[in-house]
């Protein structure tokens, strides 16, 4: 009974499909057309389509106190890393009117994430695996290895 279902379930999606590969071509009888054009393919992480970024690979609330706690150490509340300004509620290299990188998308070419100190880097552990983490612009960014796409980042200015 079950197959007999699997069977007709399948019949029915592909009669679409069988029906529109039988439209024939006026212009040449032999010929047939398709139904219509198959619509544009929007792929993730094109054109600036954020990917959807799996939340068992975000930061956990650990990572976030003890990222917190290394910045405060490291810079004060209210203050930037060495060489960025404040700007818009965060932390920019001069000249820069945004950050360099959004999440979802893979880091451009032009952005090299700077390894972690080592006092941060115990503290947050190691990333997992196909992971890494960089710090761009004051902030730490978890990077998937295969593709650079940023996955999430913590904001490196800590307000007062």
């Given at each position: 009974m079950r197959r007999?279902?699997?069977?007709?379930?399948?019949?029915?999606?592909l009669a679409?499909?069988?029906?529109?590969?039988?439209?024939?071509?006026?212009?040449?009888?032999g010929a047939t057309l398709p139904d219509r054009a198959p619509p544009p393919v929007e792929r993730p992480g094109a054109r600036g389509i954020p990917q959807y970024v799996d939340p068992a690979v975000r930061f956990t609330?650990?990572?976030?106190?003890?990222?917190?706690?290394?910045?405060?150490?490291?810079y004060g509340k209210g203050k930037c890393p060495r060489g960025l300004v404040?700007?818009?509620?965060?932390?920019?290299?001069?000249?820069?009117?945004?950050?360099?990188?959004?999440?979802g998308l893979p880091l451009p070419a032009t952005v090299v994430p700077a390894p972690l100190p080592l006092d941060l880097a115990r503290r947050v552990g190691t990333?997992?695996?196909?992971?890494r983490y960089g710090l761009i612009d004051g902030d730490l960014v978890k990077i998937e290895l295969?593709?650079?796409?940023?996955?999430?980042?913590?904001?490196?200015f800590i307000p007062k």
């Open positions: 007999l279902a699997v069977v007709v379930l399948t019949a029915l999606a679409p499909a069988v029906a529109g590969a039988q439209r024939r071509d006026p212009a040449d009888p609330s650990r990572d976030r106190e003890q990222f917190k706690a290394w910045a405060v150490a490291e404040k700007r818009d509620g965060g932390c920019l290299p001069r000249g820069v009117a945004r950050k360099r990188y959004t999440i990333p997992p695996i196909g992971y295969a593709s650079a796409l940023a996955v999430d980042a913590l904001d490196g």
